[in-house]
């Protein structure tokens, strides 16, 4: 069985390696995430777990801002 996440008060390990104007909410339940800029993604870790379980390791966020 799985280990539960952290608390959403603990961010995401992405969010400790990255430059603090890169950190966002994640999408889904608002935990500190390396969001922006190269490498970021709308998702923490462990709520992009389950979407990359249904579509694959390859998925990823691909913005559409022009």
Same mark, same amino acid.
């Given at each position: ?7 959403? %008060? ?11 104007? /890169?950190? *966002? #909410? ?14 970021? %993604? ?11 379980? /249904?579509? *694959? #390791? ?9």
């Amino acid at each position: 069985m799985a280990t539960p996440p952290p608390p959403i %008060s603990e961010p995401d390990p992405s969010a400790l390696v990255c430059p603090g104007d /890169k950190i *966002g #909410p994640c999408a889904v339940c608002q935990r500190k995430t390396h969001k922006y800029g190269n490498g970021g %993604s709308p998702l923490c870790q462990w709520c992009m777990a389950p979407v990359q379980e /249904k579509w *694959g #390791p390859g998925v990823r966020h691909t913005s559409t801002r022009s």
